[in-house]
């Protein structure tokens, strides 16, 4: 028979336990958060307007500089709501309009960036593709986009 009180016997028996727990999760590895793996490749970048009048000409020159640094930068402009406005025809920006915004858009097209308009803010809004600059793409659902472009392929988010 033991001479250990029971009480302690059992005190024992959970610290060991404890002990052994511990010992375990600390070797385990961490879990890692789950990120977009993309081939080794360019920079891909989704830039998100949802107001024109706030962000157009801001996200327009960061664009430009983007691509000054860094030219093999893969980047599709996402736009919905307010947003789309800068890619409609004659659209200028309201704060100066001797930016038309139309010649910007052509240049950054002309270097590969993607110009995307949401079909829901079309219904919305009733507007029509035929309002808007040839160098617009059009997509079911900006945000839908959006994520789909973080999630499932990779792409850094920016909003201007």
Request: aromatic residues 4%.
């Amino acid at each position: 028979m033991s001479t250990v009180p029971e009480s302690r016997r059992l005190a024992l028996k959970a610290a060991t336990a404890l002990g052994m727990a511990l010992t375990l999760t600390l070797t385990l590895p961490l879990p890692q958060p789950v990120l977009a793996q993309t081939p080794a490749g360019p920079d891909r970048v989704v830039y998100h307007i949802d107001n024109a009048g706030l962000q157009a000409t801001k996200g327009l020159r960061n664009i430009r500089n983007h691509l000054d640094v860094a030219p093999d930068t893969e980047i599709v402009v996402v736009t919905h709501a307010e947003g789309v406005d800068f890619l409609m025809e004659g659209a200028k920006d309201p704060k100066n309009p001797n930016i038309d915004y139309a010649a910007l858009v052509s240049a950054l097209k002309a270097r590969k960036v993607r110009f995307e308009v949401c079909e829901i803010t079309l219904k919305n809004r009733n507007l029509k593709r035929e309002q808007f600059s040839l160098d617009a793409e059009f997509t079911p659902s900006g945000v839908v986009r959006i994520g789909r472009l973080q999630a499932r392929e990779g792409y850094a988010y920016i909003k201007p």
